[in-house]
């Protein structure tokens, strides 16, 4: 019998909120946010699109002294902030035994954006001939882990995971097998993203896939995504470790499925996200009407959101049209790297509440898009399962399974 993992501490910053209380009153909420607003770090005025989902009411020198903001990327404070809020509310400490048998995997698509454009700026436009002693440090995607895990003194295995928009999910993923085959007990999990600078829009903007009013999944007008920033944790343990210290519980890990496309750098195929699912399902021996929410991916771009319906439908067969489903992208944005823990966390938010977050900005139907997207109102439904999906560019597919206990 394998070992079961549990979630036991949850926290995150976004757009739609700077801690996990306020994320719910707004991604569950049937009222419009503000969340997707026009963009206020950098001039965009030479940009096709200026809007992105960008934290609100940030201060980095409300949470770190300047030395250590000296160390830190932006994306790097949103991951330690995160991971307070995950490790607080799981009400757990760390000493030399207990550090030994905990992980950090905490992923990201791109990293330190930030600290990589400054120098930039430095040398092409102040003239300056040095960078700052920490540019590397700061900059690594594995930077974000290192910190969460010098905070704590946690020196069981600690990595960073990368894979554009899956990396969280593959987080999450790596850390349930690793507690599965007893190499951990407890793991951090989660990613963070601070991309929203004005080097990388021109990089997407160039890709033609941004929205220029909002993020709409699946309704037919929708223009394409809406890039976001933030980062979101899970503590994650193995239930008997959960049951010794008297943990509260959200839910169990009960299925994973990881896939690749092998088709295409940007074009979705509709046989990986079929196959991640199906994986997740057999991983959790489960059957496909067991589900009863899906938090879809749900970019919100023509094909991505289309591909993902035929492939639920490949998946789900003629249930798929009882299955309820959301992307929650509308509230929060695409965090990239952060995007499957975010929603990983709206998901946990779903079995605690018995609630279906809201598909906001919905308009207009897509007969590509028949399904059940529960759109711009929230309802409340008993669920038990829940599938979280996750599909980057590349074709690296990761869906997650999580069950109330």
Known sequence: MRTRVVVTGMGCISAAGNNIDEFYETVFSSKTSNSIAPITSFDCQNLSTKIAAEVKNYQASAHFTPKELKQLDRFAQFALLASQEAIDDANITFNDATAKRTGVIHG???????????????????????????????????????????????????????????????????????????????????????????????????????????????SADRGGLVIGEGAGTLVLESLKSANQRGAKIYAEVTGIGMSSDAHNIVQPLCEGAELAMNLALQDASFSPDEVQYLNAHGSGTIQNDQTETQAIHRVFNEYAQRLKISSTKSSHG??????????????LIALQKQQVPPTKNFTTIDAACDLDYTVNKFINTPIQHAMCNSFAFGGLNVSLIFSAI
């Open 108 to 218: 990201t698509s791109i990293g330190g954006q930030a600290t990589i454009e400054h120098s930039y700026q430095q040398f092409h436009l102040e003239g300056k001939t040095r960078a700052h002693p920490f540019t590397v440090p700061k900059l690594l995607p594995s930077a974000a882990t290192s910190q969460i895990a010098m905070r704590y003194g946690i020196k069981g295995p600690s990595f960073c995971t990368s894979s554009a928009c899956s990396s969280s999910g593959h987080a999450i993923a790596m850390a349930t097998m690793m507690i599965r085959s007893n190499m951990i007990d407890t793991a951090i999990v989660g990613g963070a993203e601070a991309c929203i600078t004005q080097g990388n829009f021109y990089a997407w903007d160039s890709l033609r896939v941004l929205a220029s009013d909002t993020c709409r999944p699946f």
């Open 334 to 347: 695409h965090v990239l790297g952060a995007g499957s823990v975010i929603e990983s966390i709206a998901t």
